[in-house]
């Protein structure tokens, strides 16, 4: 337990840093000249690395476990990144820096989910990778007020320096205190490194539920780490404390939207369902401001926590994933789907990117906040019509069978 906790502690970190832009983007574009391009760039440049070393990371949990996997990669990218960021006089050593990062923390979540699925059932799966990604997602929060007063008071650099020390500091801990689980008895070995991926790619039953996994956390992840900021400036004229606010209620909503679908599998006996109706609740949500992106700060605030409770399917979605996964491509199989997840906002981040920049009109701000609301609207309700072609894999059928998950691969 004393091992989960550290990297939950480590997990808070990686959820700060993606997130924390949105709230420096009046200090950065002050003092650096950033453009809303390059955030959005550098913003994504975080998820391009963290799920492109999915990959390597999959294969490292599979043979030297979480243990060396976490901590190496938490101290480099992460207390290195946090510092090239604390140093930056350029808009391309912010986005250098955060790539840093994302290398840095990606293996941080799948760390704990790894150990999840070698030492619990894969009912409880769902409950555990939510919880934690709740608790992770605290670092929303921080990154939120909190973080904005802290730049208020003592300036952006000192702030992130000292994040360097508290990551570098949280690094040590986990190759301390966390212990690799065991590999299950007689478990089968089947394809070695990079090639486990082919195997899982070519499992069919995978396939409808990529998509969703892609764009779930894209515009929850996006609205919250990067574009709230300019839009509340640009649309509101808001400053930073008054961003820091109203991104502070949406990351308290991200919390609670983890812990709630953590259990609602359970509850009603399904997973595809659960997460049909939580991301159509999203969609909702961000149909509405792409009809009324222009309303007061009030409102934009309650459907932001709308969009960040409905936005916390990851943990089910893995859990989907998982229960047809075989023991010997646990590692590889959960990296898999998180490359999917973090890969999709990367990719989002940069799409968007270019969908505001191209759709800005002057001095109607607005019209490049609709043209990003709709963006988000047409790519989640693509991924949902797709995953309605999925397989359920409801947790009675799966609970405490370790074959089970065998039998249910379609290849």
């Given amino acids: 337990m004393a091992g989960i906790a550290t990297l939950a502690l480590a997990y808070v970190l990686s959820q700060f840093y993606r997130s924390f832009l949105a709230v420096l983007t009046p200090a950065l574009t002050a003092e650096l000249g950033a453009t809303k391009a390059q955030l959005s760039f550098a913003s994504g440049a975080f998820f391009i690395t963290f799920a492109l070393a999915q990959f390597a990371i999959g294969v490292s949990l599979d043979r030297f476990g979480p243990r060396r996997t976490a901590s190496t990669l938490l101290l480099l990218g992460g207390g290195g990144g946090a510092f090239v960021f604390a140093s930056a006089t350029a808009p391309w050593m912010v986005t250098a820096a955060m790539a840093m990062i994302g290398v840095g923390c990606a293996p941080v979540l799948m760390s ?166 939580g991301n159509t609740i999203g969609l909702a949500a961000i149909l509405y401001l792409a009809l009324n992106v222009v309303t007061d700060v009030t409102t934009v605030t309650v459907v932001f926590v709308i969009i960040g409770v409905s936005g916390g399917a990851y943990g089910l979605l893995m859990a989907h994933a998982r229960a047809f996964l075989p023991p010997h491509l646990i590692g590889r199989g959960v990296t898999l789907m998180n490359f999917f997840s973090i890969g999709g906002v990367g990719l989002m981040q940069f799409a968007t990117g270019t969908v505001v920049t191209a759709n800005v009109v002057p001095g109607e701000p607005a019209a490049a906040y609709s043209a990003l609301f709709w963006f988000y609207v047409l790519m989640l309700g693509a991924a949902i019509v797709i995953y309605l072609w999925v397989r359920d894999a409801k947790p009675e059928a799966v609970a405490n069978t370790g074959a089970q998950s065998k039998l249910e691969r379609l290849r």
Avoid: C, H
């Fill in 112 to 277: 704990s989910l790894f150990i999840f699925a070698r030492t619990f059932s894969i009912a409880r799966f769902a409950v555990l990778a939510s919880w934690m990604v709740a608790f992770g997602t605290a670092g929303n929060v921080i990154g939120a007020a909190p973080l904005a007063q802290a730049a208020e008071a003592f300036g952006w650099r000192p702030v992130m320096a000292g994040l360097g020390v508290i990551t570098i500091a949280a690094a040590l801990a986990v190759l301390v205190v966390v212990r690799d689980p065991k590999s299950p008895e007689g478990m089968e070995q089947g394809n070695v490194g990079f090639a486990g991926y082919l195997e899982l790619l070519r499992m069919r039953v995978l396939w409808p539920i990529i998509p969703l996994t892609a764009i779930n956390y894209a515009p929850t992840t996006g609205i919250r780490g990067l574009w709230s900021g300019p839009y509340l400036v640009d649309v509101y004229g808001a400053d930073a404390l008054l961003i820091g606010q109203v991104t502070f209620f949406m990351a308290l909503a991200m919390v609670a939207g983890a812990f709630v679908y953590g259990p609602l599998d359970t509850m009603f006996r399904t997973r595809k369902w659960v997460a049909v109706v």
